[in-house]
């Protein structure tokens, strides 16, 4: 199974990924890559910037990919 495979899949099943999770879940490191691969076979996903906290409590921006439902 390919990065791109693992992320599609993950995607159909739970609807988002964010890059740290796919890293931890994954093993996939460069997310964005993954997913600019994805949209250009064509797959629909969105992407918006998501707040989360970083190790010292400050909160910081990353990128939330979702998968659109047809």
């Not at 964010?18 to 093993?27: F, I, T």
Request: net charge positive; charged share 25%.
């Amino acid at each position: 199974m390919t990065q791109d495979d693992r992320v599609l899949d993950h995607l159909t099943k739970w609807g988002s990924i964010e890059p740290l999770e796919a890293w931890n879940s994954l093993g996939v490191y460069r997310l964005a890559a993954v997913i600019c691969r994805l949209r250009q076979q064509g797959h629909r996903i969105t992407s918006t910037r998501h707040g989360v906290f970083n190790r010292w409590g400050d909160t910081v921006h990353v990128a939330l990919y979702k998968m659109e439902r047809e």
